[in-house]
């Protein structure tokens, strides 16, 4: 039976055979052709494979390694050996890397000077004070051991007493002091627990239902609903404050801006489940949130509609408007720029090509540390990036450009250099004023405290209680950039605001005029 199916094989093969040299020649053709084809979707298909499988190593990468891009030469995703940093050097007027593994130690901190001390004297018996001699001893010095002790916040009620007056015999004639201007009238919150309220919420990330639960647990009765009204109503006497922020952040040379989602219910015409946006904008002084139901590029084209200097972004399309006006230069975001690279040189060796990439992201970042760690000027740190950064850049652009055409586009290393590429211009502008900075970092810190609330309370229930959020970011990030503590501005300022008659009373209590 097999030797009947190789016969008949071979009958098949030989009557299909050519009977003339062109129809062989066609045939061969018509094989190489083929096997080109074959060829092709062989490559596609390793391609293909070796996307695959690079998405699956970073998504399991994301899902399981640390976050952070420092620790960029694991070989293992849960490898926790030291770090690989970088150190400068000045020597001879040069800078130099050197890597070293960091190893962390951790060190407490003195206890604040200004905390009231309880002392505990632990002394010796009596009789242990005599020396074998018979000679008492003395005191040579002691040694203190100091412990934290937490005391629960105290309560207390605020009684605004106003003594009558009339005349008896006439019963007429009633005297009162009037009663004093009030944050929040016909309610029993004080500026303080305002603040505290606002601050545990924003700053915090602790929901409205939480700190209701925390106040029962002390028989204070505040419902939800309670919380919330205290906070909008409170964010409408602020509003001033951001308004008068805005101006002034429009009159600044830098701006950078950064965009974050929150999900807001019954927003007019929206179904719940809509994305909404916190726009963010840092000036250098203050901080701004706006609240905008989206992600279109003209919400920040309109809040920046009178600005003229430098605008430093991500690679967003919605401030691409930037580009197009003259006296506005946009600014990329090199730690963007860098990201895709720290991603992929966890999963590569240290000849990778990404990692490669990262050695010039490295020595461009030194530069700025450096001129961070010896306090430079603006102008200082000018010079020096002028004097330092351009070799880098020029050799990592021909760099790029040499394997540019070598890798992939659709994965995600070539992604990566095509975004460098793509935006170099913008990327290479923060070499034009001491003043910018290399990336948007410091504008994404300011985001956090939103993005780990946003974890907390999930949505906004109101678009008048996502304006209320974005009034208090503003102003809770306009401190941190300030390095002023929030809790002790807005106490300062909620006692002040309700006196506020014009845009003169309102500046004097911005964060940089109040504590």
């Not at 700053?203 to 309670?226: E, F, G, H, M």
């Not at 701006?255 to 015409?269: K, N, T, W, Y």
């Not at 034009?432 to 948007?440: A, P, S, T, V, W």
Request: glycine share 4%.
């Amino acid at each position: 039976m097999r030797d009947f199916c190789y016969i008949s094989r071979m009958k098949t093969t030989i009557e299909k055979f050519p009977a003339t040299l062109d129809e062989s020649h066609q045939l061969i053709l018509e094989l190489q052709k083929s096997l080109q084809i074959a060829e092709q979707e062989l490559k596609n298909e390793k391609l293909k494979n070796a996307y695959l499988l690079e998405q699956f190593r970073l998504a399991k990468q994301d899902r399981f390694a640390p976050k952070s891009e420092k620790n960029i030469y694991q070989s293992d995703l849960f490898d926790e050996a030291g770090i690989e940093t970088e150190e400068i050097e000045e020597n001879n007027n040069t800078i130099e890397i050197k890597n070293h593994t960091r190893k962390k130690h951790p060190i407490r901190k003195h206890l604040p000077a200004d905390l009231p001390r309880e002392q505990i004297i632990h002394d010796i018996k009596e009789e242990d004070k005599i020396c074998e001699c018979g000679i008492p001893l003395s005191r040579i010095g002691e040694e203190i051991t100091e412990q934290l002790k937490f005391i629960p916040a105290k309560l207390s009620v605020v009684q605004h007493v106003r003594p009558k007056y009339a005349c008896k015999p006439c019963q007429e004639n009633v005297h009162i002091a009037p009663m004093p201007v009030l944050l929040l009238p016909k309610s029993n919150a004080t500026p303080e627990l305002v603040a505290h309220t606002i601050i545990s919420k924003y700053a915090d990330a602790i929901p409205l239902y939480r700190q209701a639960k925390i106040w029962n647990r002390v028989d204070i009765d505040l419902p939800r609903s309670t919380l919330c009204s205290w906070l909008i109503n409170t964010a409408e006497l602020c509003e001033p404050l951001v308004i008068i922020s805005h101006k002034d952040m429009l009159l600044e040379r830098y701006i950078q801006a950064d965009e974050s989602p929150i999900q807001v219910l019954r927003e007019p015409g929206r179904k719940d489940t809509s994305k909404s946006y916190l726009w963010v904008y840092r000036g250098e002084n203050n901080v701004i949130f706006d609240y905008q139901q989206t992600r279109g590029g003209y919400h920040a084209q309109q809040f920046l509609r009178d600005f003229r200097g430098y605008l430093q972004t991500d690679a967003y399309s919605g401030y691409y408007f930037a580009e197009k006006i003259n006296d506005i230069i946009h600014l990329g975001c090199m730690a963007h720029a860098r990201r895709p690279f720290a991603q992929l040189a966890k999963l590569a060796t240290k000849d990778g090509l990404a990692v490669k990439a990262l050695d010039y992201f490295k020595k461009l970042y030194a530069i700025e540390s450096f001129a961070q760690d010896n306090s430079l000027t603006h102008d200082g740190r000018y010079r020096l990036r002028n004097e330092k950064a351009p070799p880098i850049l020029d050799e990592f652009k021909i760099w790029l450009l040499h394997h540019m055409t070598k890798v992939p586009k659709q994965h995600q290393l070539g992604k990566a250099i095509y975004y460098v590429l793509n935006h170099w211009e913008a990327l290479t502008n923060y070499l034009k004023d001491g003043k910018l900075e290399i990336d948007n970092n410091k504008i994404e810190n300011l985001i956090r405290p939103l993005a780990l609330g946003r974890k907390n309370y999930l949505f906004m229930g109101s678009p008048e209680g996502a304006k209320a959020g974005a009034i208090f970011y503003s102003l809770i990030a306009t401190c941190t950039a300030n390095d002023i503590e929030p809790y002790n501005y807005f106490c300062a300022m909620l006692h002040q605001i309700r006196l506020c008659k014009n845009e003169r009373d309102y500046r004097k209590l911005l964060p940089r005029n109040t504590v």
